[in-house]
């Protein structure tokens, strides 16, 4: 079973950049980051399919965050720029094996192993 294990979140100010880190015990198919703020359901931020490294972001994303893989350290980023304080989340990394029922790249039911989560706080 692949193990995911977040890091790099913290505070910044609005305007800030953060980069998370996603160590993989082993390959998975997909690697999303998904996040949840207080009180509201957990969603799909930014995907890489790990093979071709073909990526695909949430419109609220779209231009300040990038999603990369590197194969050597077999981890994923998430680098964050122009960060927003509705940023603020707790910020989780998803791993997809190939052949899980698939039900949308930003569906969480397509993932079935999922990272502790790391908080992300922007303050205005």
């Known amino acids: 079973q692949v193990q995911l294990v977040e890091s790099g979140g913290g505070s910044v100010q609005a305007g800030g950049s953060l980069r998370l880190s996603c160590a993989a015990s082993a390959s998975a198919h997909y690697v999303a980051w998904f996040r949840q703020p207080p009180g509201n359901e957990r969603e799909g931020v930014a995907v890489i399919h790990i093979g071709t490294g073909i990526t695909y972001y949430a419109d609220s994303v779209k231009g300040r965050f990038t999603i990369s893989h590197d194969n050597a350290k077999n981890t994923v980023y998430l680098q964050m720029n122009s960060l927003k304080p509705e940023d603020s989340a707790v910020y989780y990394c998803?791993?997809?094996?190939?052949?899980?029922?698939?039900?949308?790249?930003?569906?969480?039911?397509?993932?079935?192993?999922w990272g502790q989560g790391t908080q992300v706080t922007v303050s205005s």
């Open positions: 998803a791993g997809r094996p190939n052949g899980l029922p698939f039900f949308g790249h930003f569906r969480r039911e397509s993932y079935n192993i």
